[in-house]
């Protein structure tokens, strides 16, 4: 069964105006895959079946907002658990995110290189061919992708290698730059105000 990310549901259900927590959870938004490790979330996938004409309406919704919203809510959560005077060590930090739709594939890398803003990078689109002619070529296009997603993954979980792996609930806030919130809904965005 799908499930939220825990970054989501952390990012959702612990944003609180008032400083209160909240008796009830609010519905996360589910991402079609999950890329974890130790209970460190490393990045998410979204999956569309059919692709008709490129570009389809569920592809440009999930590649352009929903996507990168849980991939900078995995990015946050992993953020929280490195020392926020550590800023060479937060620039390291990246999640990773596939898009893909039919025979196509897109890849996607989230990092906050400045300390403040995320960067999100778009690979070069990979494509798998519909001719028994071209596959060879372009099914190793599609493996190049995915060993550079999977050794960008690699890279972040050795950061984490040598550190204690405990819960991100467990560390504090401390002094130094933090990654904003989420807005999750507009009524939120209307309390920010």
Known sequence: PERATVATEDATNNYSVTGTSRSYKYACSLPDLIISKDHFEYGCAEYGKDDK??????????????????????????????????????????????????????????????GYACRLLRLEEAEMPSKMEDFGAALSQVLDTVWKMKE??????????????????????RKGKSLPSNVNTFKQFKKLE
């Open 53 to 114: 004409k490129g570009m389809n309406v569920k592809e440009a919704v999930e590649g352009s907002l929903k996507l990168p919203k849980e991939m900078k809510n995995l990015l946050k959560r992993l953020l929280s658990r490195v020392s926020r005077e550590d800023e060479e060590e937060m620039k390291k930090i990246k999640t990773i995110g596939f898009l893909c739709s039919h025979l196509r594939m897109n890849c996607l890398i989230m990092d906050q290189p400045s």
């Open 152 to 173: 960008t993954a690699k890279q972040v979980d050795s950061l984490f290698a040598t550190k204690e792996r405990r819960p991100a609930s467990v560390i504090r806030k």
